[in-house]
C-alpha cells in the first residue's frame, strides 16, 4: 500500500512554545529588547539639522512610521520626520519641495544596501544637495555594498543584524535611531516590547492569548481567510501599513508539503470606514476574522460644543460630549453589532494610552503573532521568495531600457 498526504497533525502550545524557544537562539528580533541604546542615543544628541528624512521602503520605513504617526501629536518632538520611501515622482517632488534640505539629516536605510527604491530616492537627492559625513547616515548590514559606499565617502553608519529581518527590524537601529533623533523615548518603547516578552516567555497572559488567536486563524483559515485591524484611531493608520506588510510577506508561503498557506491582512480605520467596510463585515461572506484596537486615553479633552443648528436640535445630545468619548462609543457600537451576529470571530484590544510603550506593546505582541501562527502553518515566516523573484525581473526590465 502507498499512502501520501498533504497535511500535518495540530501541533500542542508546548510544542508550538518549544519551536519558538528554540527560534528564538538564531532568530534576532525576539531580543532585541535587551540591546544597549546608548550608542543610538549619543548620536542623537549631536544632530544639528531641524528636519530628519528616512529614505527607504517597507520594512525599513513602516514601523518607524507607525510609532511616529501614533506618538508625534502627543509629544513636544525637538524635529520632524519624513519619510521618502516611493518611487511615485509626484510624491518625490511634493515631498523634498516641503523640506529646506539645506537643514536635513538623511538617513538611508537598506538591509540589502542594494534596494532599488531606496538607492534611487538616494540619487535623485544627491543630484540637490550634497550628501556627506555631515548631513548622511547610512544603516544597513555590515557587509553591504551600501555600507562600502558610507565607509568610503566616511559616513556614519549602524548596523542591521544579519538575523533581523526587515519587517521585524522595528526595536533595531532601524527604528530607534530616526525616532530618538527627533525626540521620542526609545528605552521606553523597549521597556514596552520587553512587557510582552516577559509576559509570554513566562506563559503569562500575552503566552495564553497570542497562542489561543494563533490557534483558532490557523485552524479556521480555510472559513476566515481574511484578518481585518480595525484600529479605531487615524493615530494606528501606520500601525495599519506595518501590519498588513508583516502579516502578508511573513504568511503567505509555500508550506513543507507544497501547500500554499496565507492570511490576508485588512487595515481600516473607524468611524472613517463604518461607513464602508463594515456593511461588506455585517452582510458580506461569512469568511473574515475582525481585530478591534481601541485607544482608551487619546490624551485630548477637545469636545463637541454647545452650537445651535436649525432643525439639527434633536442632535443637541452631542453637545458637551468629548470626541474621545465619541470615537470610543462608535467603537463600541461596532463590536456589539459584530458580537449580535454570533457568527463573526471578533476581539477587541484596548490600549491604555499614547505612549511608547503602549504602542511598543501592540508592535512586539503582533510580531509574536505572526511568528506563532507560521509555527502552525509549518512555513517560514522570515524569507520572501515571492517578492524575490519580482525584484530579479525588475533589475532585468531596468537593465532593458538603455
Known amino acids: 500500500m502507498k499512502y501520501q498526504h498533504n497535511f500535518n497533525p495540530t501541533l500542542s502550545d508546548e510544542d508550538i512554545f518549544n519551536e519558538i524557544i528554540k527560534e528564538k537562539e ?56 519624513y519619510f521618502l520611501e516611493t518611487t511615485d515622482p509626484i510624491d518625490i517632488k511634493s515631498k523634498v519641495e ?41 544603516i544597513t548590514e555590515n557587509d553591504s555594498k551600501l555600507n562600502k559606499y558610507a565607509k568610503v565617502n ?24 530616526p525616532l530618538a533623533i527627533v525626540g521620542i523615548d526609545i528605552d521606553e518603547l523597549l521597556s514596552g516590547a520587553k512587557e510582552v516578552y516577559d509576559s509570554f516567555f513566562t506563559k503569562g497572559e500575552d503566552y495564553h492569548r497570542v497562542l489561543k488567536k494563533a490557534r483558532f486563524f490557523v485552524e479556521y483559515k480555510n472559513s476566515f481567510n481574511m484578518n481585518v485591524v480595525f484600529s479605531y484611531s487615524s493615530r494606528l ?5 506595518w501590519y498588513i506588510q508583516l502579516w502578508g510577506e511573513s ?39 475582525i481585530t478591534v484596537i481601541k485607544v482608551d486615553d487619546f490624551d485630548s479633552n477637545l469636545k463637541i460644543p454647545h452650537v445651535e443648528l436649525e432643525g439639527l436640535s434633536e442632535l443637541d445630545y452631542l453637545d458637551n460630549i468629548e470626541f474621545s468619548s465619541l470615537i470610543n462609543k462608535q467603537a463600541d457600537a461596532t463590536i456589539e453589532s459584530i458580537n449580535n451576529l454570533n457568527d463573526i470571530p471578533c476581539d477587541v484590544i484596548t490600549i491604555d494610552g ?49
Open 154 to 177: 566616511e559616513i556614519k553608519t549602524f548596523d542591521i543584524p544579519k538575523n533581523v529581518g526587515g519587517r521585524f527590524s522595528v526595536f533595531s537601529a532601524v527604528g530607534l535611531l
Open 251 to 289: 504568511l503567505g508561503k509555500v508550506d513543507i508539503n507544497s501547500s500554499r498557506q496565507g492570511l490576508t491582512p485588512i487595515g481600516i480605520i473607524g468611524p472613517i470606514d463604518q461607513h464602508s467596510f463594515l456593511q461588506l463585515i455585517v452582510e458580506g461572506k461569512r469568511d473574515k476574522t
Open 98 to 138: 516641503a523640506i529646506d534640505l539645506n537643514d536635513t539629516l538623511f538617513i538611508v536605510v537598506s538591509k540589502s544596501g542594494t534596494t532599488i527604491e531606496t538607492i534611487s530616492i538616494f540619487k535623485y537627492i544627491n543630484s540637490l544637495v550634497k550628501c556627506d559625513k555631515n548631513n548622511t547616515l547610512v
Open 26 to 81: 538564531y532568530i534576532g528580533y525576539y531580543n532585541l529588547m535587551h540591546e544597549d541604546t546608548t550608542s543610538f542615543k549619543d548620536y542623537a544628541k549631536t544632530v544639528k539639522q531641524s528636519n530628519i528624512v528616512v529614505i527607504g521602503i517597507g520594512g525599513s520605513t513602516l514601523g518607524t512610521y507607525a510609532i511616529y504617526k501614533f506618538l508625534k501629536h502627543s509629544k513636544n518632538l525637538s524635529k520632524k520626520l
Open 237 to 241: 493608520e501606520g500601525f495599519n501599513k
Open 354 to 402: 499614547v505612549s511608547e510603550r503602549s504602542i511598543a506593546n501592540l508592535m512586539y505582541e503582533y510580531e509574536l503573532l505572526t511568528s506563532v501562527c507560521a509555527k502552525f502553518m509549518y512555513i517560514n515566516a522570515y524569507d520572501q521568495p515571492g517578492v524575490e523573484a519580482g525584484k530579479i525581473i525588475l533589475k532585468e526590465k531596468l537593465k532593458g531600457i538603455k
